[in-house]
């Protein structure tokens, strides 16, 4: 339902052998995260086109990949559903605190990770320091004075979102995907990183539109790890203290059952699996993602070891604040973070 992907395009080539994903040591987009994380179409009314087959089952149920599920000739009003704001957080890091200027672009063709092999539309652009990028805007249709308008225009002048809709590789088939890219540089340095935003319509009684995954906290060695509220740290470490084990606080109740459809168009019922990946502005974290689910549906834990050193243990340790992420995704495109900061003495 959604991929996250980072290309990172320094001048001096791509990330070396003994780069680790948890350092953030250069600059780097770790996290994106779009409230909401899908818009879902209370009808599929007027969305639907001839590849649904039937729906009330027969000889000639289900879905047909040539005709597709959406209809690419839907109305304006069809598509009045999906004129929402959406809200679109960045996080973007930078270990020297330089000026990072950036462009906030969307576009049709999901496999274009740069949105600038096709048709683009750009929506935001300026100058930041390293945080948090936070934008709000309609990605498709918006509502103006009572009346539908605005769409962005796509390759060719065609509507954004259904260019999006007729390059859809699954025809529709559990809703659409539209890219969004956030470029941003700093000196040599640039980073383009690609969001998916989900559309879909309710097909099934059941079927509800996904909700944002939270972290309700933090553990570090089986004590909590409260959020400061002034900036400074919460916590103290040592380099005596050796490995210390972060777990985010029990998750379990709050991963939602949810509904998608087969291709017989029957319901086909799932529950999420929450992901987390680890980042520090000091030494590095193993394993850098834990939680979710293999293949053969064992549960990982999701926990992970912080390990006070720098890039191979090379550099010496010098007492300092640290900084730590922890980014959760619920693999349906929801996705947020929390973070901590820490003092550690070596």
Same mark, same amino acid.
């Given at each position: 339902?959604?991929?996250?992907?980072?290309?990172?395009?320094?001048?001096?080539?791509?990330?070396?052998?003994?780069?680790?994903?948890?350092?953030?040591?250069?600059?780097?987009?770790?996290?994106?995260?779009?409230?909401? @994380?899908?818009?879902?179409?209370?009808?599929?009314?007027?969305?639907?086109? &001839?590849?649904?087959?039937?729906?009330?089952? &027969?000889?000639?149920?289900?879905?047909?990949?040539?005709?597709?599920?959406?209809?690419?000739?839907?109305?304006?009003?069809?598509?009045?559903?999906?004129?929402?704001?959406? +809200?679109?957080?960045?996080?973007?890091?930078? @270990?020297?605190?330089?000026?990072?200027?950036?462009?906030? *672009?969307?576009?049709?063709?999901?496999?274009?990770?740069?949105?600038?092999?096709?048709?683009?539309? %750009? =929506?935001?652009? &300026?100058?930041? !320091? @390293?945080?948090?990028?936070?934008?709000?805007?309609?990605? #498709?249709?918006?509502?103006?004075?009572?009346?539908?308008?605005?769409?962005?225009?796509?390759?060719?002048?065609?509507?954004?979102?259904?260019?999006?809709?007729?390059?859809?590789?699954?025809?529709?088939?559990?809703?659409?995907?539209?890219?969004?890219?956030?470029? /941003?540089?700093?000196?040599?340095?640039?980073?383009?990183?690609? !969001? =998916?935003?989900?559309?879909?319509?309710? =097909?099934?009684?059941?079927? !509800?539109?996904?909700?944002?995954?939270?972290?309700?906290?933090?553990?570090?060695?089986?004590? %909590?790890?409260?959020?400061?509220?002034?900036?400074?740290?919460?916590?103290?470490?040592?380099? #005596?203290? &050796?490995?210390?084990?972060?777990?985010?606080?029990?998750?379990?109740?709050?991963?939602?059952?949810?509904?998608?459809?087969?291709?017989?168009?029957?319901?086909?019922?799932?529950?999420?699996?929450?992901?987390?990946?680890?980042?520090? %502005?000091?030494?590095?974290?193993?394993?850098?993602?834990?939680?979710?689910?293999?293949?053969?549906?064992?549960?990982?834990?999701?926990? %992970?070891?912080?390990?006070? +050193?720098?890039?191979?243990?090379?550099?010496?340790?010098?007492?300092?604040?640290?900084?730590?992420?922890?980014?959760? *995704?619920?693999?349906?495109?929801?996705?947020?973070? /929390?973070?901590? !900061?820490?003092?550690?003495?070596?």
């Amino acid at each position: 339902m959604k991929r996250l992907a980072l290309l990172a395009l320094a001048l001096t080539g791509c990330l070396g052998p003994q780069d680790d994903a948890s350092q953030v040591h250069d600059l780097r987009v770790i996290a994106a995260s779009f409230s909401p @994380p899908e818009v879902m179409a209370p009808s599929c009314a007027g969305l639907l086109g &001839g590849g649904l087959g039937n729906l009330g089952g &027969g000889g000639d149920a289900g879905f047909s990949f040539d005709a597709g599920m959406f209809n690419p000739n839907a109305s304006l009003l069809a598509l009045a559903s999906y004129a929402v704001p959406i +809200r679109m957080q960045w996080l973007v890091l930078d @270990p020297e605190g330089r000026d990072i200027d950036y462009e906030l *672009r969307a576009c049709a063709d999901t496999s274009d990770l740069t949105c600038v092999d096709a048709g683009f539309v %750009s =929506l935001a652009a &300026g100058t930041m !320091k @390293p945080g948090t990028l936070d934008f709000t805007a309609p990605l #498709g249709i918006t509502f103006s004075s009572g009346t539908l308008q605005g769409f962005l225009s796509g390759d060719g002048g065609q509507p954004l979102l259904l260019d999006v809709l007729n390059r859809d590789s699954f025809k529709g088939l559990g809703g659409f995907r539209m890219p969004v890219v956030l470029h /941003v540089t700093a000196g040599a340095e640039q980073v383009f990183a690609q !969001k =998916l935003m989900v559309y879909s319509c309710k =097909l099934f009684d059941d079927q !509800k539109a996904n909700v944002q995954p939270q972290i309700t906290g933090i553990n570090v060695l089986g004590e %909590s790890w409260p959020e400061s509220l002034d900036g400074g740290p919460t916590r103290s470490f040592s380099l #005596g203290s &050796g490995e210390l084990e972060m777990v985010p606080d029990d998750f379990t109740a709050l991963e939602e059952d949810y509904v998608v459809n087969s291709f017989q168009l029957t319901p086909v019922r799932l529950k999420e699996s929450w992901k987390f990946s680890w980042h520090t %502005s000091l030494g590095r974290f193993t394993p850098t993602t834990s939680g979710g689910t293999n293949f053969t549906g064992e549960l990982n834990k999701p926990r %992970s070891n912080w390990l006070p +050193r720098l890039d191979g243990g090379t550099a010496a340790l010098v007492e300092t604040d640290v900084d730590f992420w922890v980014v959760v *995704r619920d693999g349906r495109g929801g996705e947020s973070w /929390v973070q901590r !900061k820490a003092h550690f003495t070596p």
